[in-house]
């Protein structure tokens, strides 16, 4: 379910935020701070419609979408989302298919190889746990392609567990309410990590509510660049803005660039495979791109990343298997 409206990366940095999530007293002092009550009521008013959070999504479309929503807009994951789950309803529909039509599905929702991971784990869902999406967090984490977080989300967002889901919003919100600051750290530490067990609340379906909650809050009003304090259920509350708003003085924010990029060149590159219904000659793909050198490194990058299938006589396609 992560609504990440705002693109960003996952890394880890440190970050000095002493919660020792190991004492009565540290939860106590952060539930205090009465955060749950109104974010909850504010998104029972202001959550949006999305298919993933509809009753006939199934856990299966909760994954589809974390898959998908990593590091991507809302607008443009719901019309291949809507085309995903057409085509394939439940994991093993996708298991039966070669890795190469996940690729050619993604479409250009970018990083492509998050649809060979999905596709990894549909096939280990059909093969481990007979074609339903495991419950438990553990059989969640042990599929390829899911981490910490997805299966965090997914436990959380499809079973209603009690789960620390902390995506790019939801970090946000914590840095900017409980601790003070504009931005938290470049990648998830941690103390974000304590932090956000210390604010989970005790019941788990109250617990799996808050988590979607506050990753809404980030996305529509505690946004990254044009936060909205006058439609903030916790303004009030907000230790980043009863401070003045004190300017982000961490290490500098990363930007996302694009144009000239590898990432365009494996791109266009890609774009070339789909919409191929054969093996396409090396010629092609070389009217691409004009500089030889970066187009070779992103079409050798492709085939080391399995996203591309080297054939005889210079051609190439989608993966088969």
């Known amino acids: 379910m992560t609504a990440t409206d705002i693109p960003s990366p996952a890394a880890e940095v440190p970050a000095d935020l002493p919660i020792d999530d190991s ?55 719901l019309p291949v989302y809507e085309q995903w789950l057409a085509r394939w309803p439940r994991p093993a529909d996708l298991a039966a298919e070669a890795p190469g039509e996940a690729v050619r599905a993604w479409g250009r929702l ?35 392609g899911i981490g910490e977080y997805t299966a965090a989300a997914v436990a959380s967002f499809a079973y209603g567990q009690r789960h620390a889901v ?41 617990a799996a509510r808050w988590a979607a909650a506050s990753m809404e809050l980030g996305a529509l009003v505690c946004t990254a660049r044009n936060e909205d304090c006058g439609r903030c259920p916790i303004a009030g509350r907000c230790a980043w ?36 219904a054969t093996p396409v000659p090396r010629a092609v793909l070389d009217r691409v791109w004009d500089e030889p050198a970066q187009r070779n490194r992103a079409l050798d990058g492709l085939v080391a990343d399995g996203l591309v299938e080297p054939l005889e006589n210079g051609r190439f396609r989608l993966p088969l298997t």
């Open 23 to 77: 004492t009565d007293d540290s939860i106590d002092v952060l539930a205090n701070r009465g955060l749950h009550a109104p974010v909850l009521a504010w998104f029972d008013q202001h959550a949006r419609d999305l298919p993933w959070r509809r009753p006939e999504a199934g856990a299966w479309g909760v994954m589809v979408s974390e898959f998908m929503l990593q590091q991507t807009p809302v607008s443009r994951v």
């Open 241 to 276: 803005r009863l401070a003045g708003k004190p300017a982000h003085d961490g290490p500098p924010r990363r930007g996302q660039t694009y144009a000239g990029t590898d990432r365009q060149v494996r791109g266009k590159l890609l774009a070339v495979l789909r919409e191929a």
């Open 110 to 144: 970018g990083y492509p190889r998050r649809a060979l991971r999905l596709h990894g784990a549909a096939v280990a869902i059909t093969e481990r746990h007979g074609g339903d999406v495991p419950r438990e967090h553990a059989q969640l984490l042990a599929l390829p």
């Open 166 to 206: 902390l995506d790019t919003n939801v970090r946000r919100v914590f840095a900017r309410a409980a601790t003070g600051i504009q931005y938290p750290p470049n990648a998830t530490t941690a103390a974000e990590r304590r932090l956000a067990r210390a604010l989970l609340p005790q019941d788990e379906a109250t």
